[in-house]
């Protein structure tokens, strides 16, 4: 069975850090890029940021980009998402995901296959 399970998420204040994690399992995802993804209440998902599946391309929606870190460890089938200076509009819930036949920035939400159950980033002003 194909898992990604998010965690890490969590109440922080505002200008706070969170690390979060996502661990792969049931196939490896070493050749697969991931994304991370945000769902606010009464909002679409958007997405957050992307790593290609050697770490070598990385890419940021605007309204984290020097803020937000995303990383993975292929060994430990893990993806990270380093968050400082959080802001209560960071608040919502983070998804990971995996796409298998990842060729170039993938920021569309259609285009992966494999899906985390979220982790809820809440962030106190």
């Known amino acids: 069975q194909v898992q990604l399970v998010e965690s890490g998420g969590g109440l922080v204040q505002a200008g706070g850090s969170l690390r979060l994690s996502c661990a792969a399992s049931?196939?490896?995802?070493?050749?697969?890029?991931m994304g991370w993804f945000r769902q606010a209440p009464g909002k679409e998902r958007e997405f957050v940021a992307f790593i290609s599946w050697n770490g070598g391309r990385t890419s940021y929606a605007e309204s984290v980009r020097g803020r937000f870190t995303i990383s993975r460890d292929n060994a430990k089938n893990t993806v990270y998402l380093q968050m400082n200076s959080l802001k209560p509009e960071d608040t919502a819930v983070y998804y990971c995901?995996?796409?298998?036949?990842?060729?170039?920035?993938?920021?569309?939400?259609?285009?992966?296959?494999?899906w985390g159950q979220g982790t809820q980033v809440t962030v106190s002003s």
């Open positions: 995901a995996a796409a298998r036949l990842g060729v170039g920035v993938i920021t569309n939400p259609s285009k992966y296959d494999y």
């Open positions: 049931g196939r490896t995802f070493s050749g697969d890029a």
